[in-house]
């Protein structure tokens, strides 16, 4: 203890008896590389919306440690390209660009925060941990729906830049299949229900395959998304944009 209580000395100025300034400036730095806004998951507007659907597609919730007694973990990794989205996203959180991480090619990010922190709000949107096999009903209403489906197709969603004029696939999104069954349901719900089929993957039990196989189905959805403020990733939306000029 009188170890102790000498270390703490030597943290503090002699002269007036606060924490050393140096000191306090480098800690109160690190911890603001982690910090992030905690009611961000709570809040219901589009662009929450959009952000978790996106996490819905490209998050992955997982404890941090001795089964979740340090807590919990956000964990999104993307392709290096898409870099900006990512950055984009930690200025919505509110957390510092420097909290990402660089590998070979890719980019990611770690949010941390005690037990429920973050769980409880984003299980409203349906993301809860091994989402890839379980699947929970996210409660969106019919106003943020668009914005929802925007961030989950930029998630894991292509759309197709060239098909012929009659035929062929416009968008698809990828998924387990009860996720893909809701999509469905509930682009149905906006007014998009024709040309919207589900196939199971190739060789694959785990997903299915959403197709949204119109030109009207996919202009009425674009027409919807476009108009909102959201930061949807211009390299696919732009494809859509070229295609039904093309039409």
Not at 82 to 107: Q, T
Request: aromatic fraction near 10%.
């Amino acid at each position: 203890s009188g170890l102790k209580k000498a270390v703490k000395r030597s943290m503090m100025n002699r002269n007036d008896g606060r924490r050393n300034p140096q000191l306090s400036k480098t800690r109160s730095s690190s911890l603001r590389k982690w910090w992030w806004r905690f009611d961000a998951f709570s809040k219901r507007d589009f662009i929450t919306a959009y952000w978790c659907g996106f996490l819905m597609a490209d998050g992955c919730l997982q404890d941090n440690g001795r089964g979740g007694k340090q807590g919990e973990v956000l964990v999104i990794n993307l392709s290096q390209k898409d870099l900006p989205h990512l950055e984009r996203f930690c200025s919505y959180i509110g957390l510092s660009k420097d909290a990402i991480c660089f590998g070979k090619k890719n980019v990611y990010l770690k949010i941390r925060g005690r037990l429920g922190l973050l769980s409880n709000p984003l299980r409203k949107w349906g993301i809860v941990r091994r989402k890839t096999k379980i699947f929970r009903t996210p409660e969106v209403s019919k106003r943020l729906l668009p914005a929802y489906i925007a961030g989950w197709i930029d998630g894991d969603g292509y759309i197709h830049p060239t098909k012929p004029r009659k035929y062929g696939t416009f968008i698809e999104i990828v998924g387990n299949p009860k996720s893909m069954l809701w999509l469905q349901r509930n682009l149905k719900r906006i007014g998009i229900s024709k040309s919207v089929n589900i196939r199971q993957r190739p060789n694959c039990n785990t997903f299915s395959i959403l197709k949204i196989g119109s030109r009207n189905a996919c202009e009425k959805l674009w027409n919807m998304i476009r108009t909102l403020d959201i930061p949807i990733l211009s390299r696919k939306w732009d494809n859509l944009g070229i295609l039904l000029d093309r039409l």
